[in-house]
């Protein structure tokens, strides 16, 4: 069964650091992504990371902040999030896709087929 669990989510004050932990089990994803959604607004894609090479990509409001990172013995991804701003604040999915995706299609929610429960962020002000 392919599951994702994620962890790490609570609240800080602006400028304080939160790393998120996505624990992927039952296959091996080709990628592994963190998509963000605040109340009433859409989800939007944060960032992602290609699990066999390693590379990353990110939003353009979390780079320089923002670092993914795999252990791979362990199974998971982690979001080290520094500099964190109020705006910050959502719940936080991991997603996994098996299928392999380009730069355009990673940064859609509907181009990833697994997600975890989510995580809420709080950064306050």
């Known amino acids: 069964q392919v599951q994702l669990v994620e962890s790490g989510g609570g609240l800080v004050q602006a400028g304080g650091s939160l790393r998120l932990s996505c624990a992927a089990s039952g296959r091996t994803f080709y990628a592994v992504g963190w998509f963000c959604q605040a109340p009433g607004k859409e989800r939007e894609f944060v960032a992602a990371?290609?699990?066999?090479?390693?590379?990353?990509y990110y939003a353009d409001s979390v780079k320089g902040r923002f670092t993914l990172s795999r252990d791979n013995a362990k199974n998971t991804v982690y979001l080290q999030m520094n500099s964190l701003k109020p705006e910050d604040t959502a719940v936080y999915y991991c997603a996994g896709t098996l299928i392999a995706l380009n730069t355009i299609e990673l940064t859609g929610p509907g181009s990833w087929r697994y997600w975890g429960q989510g995580t809420q962020v709080t950064v306050s002000s």
């Open positions: 990371i290609i699990w066999s090479v390693g590379s990353t």
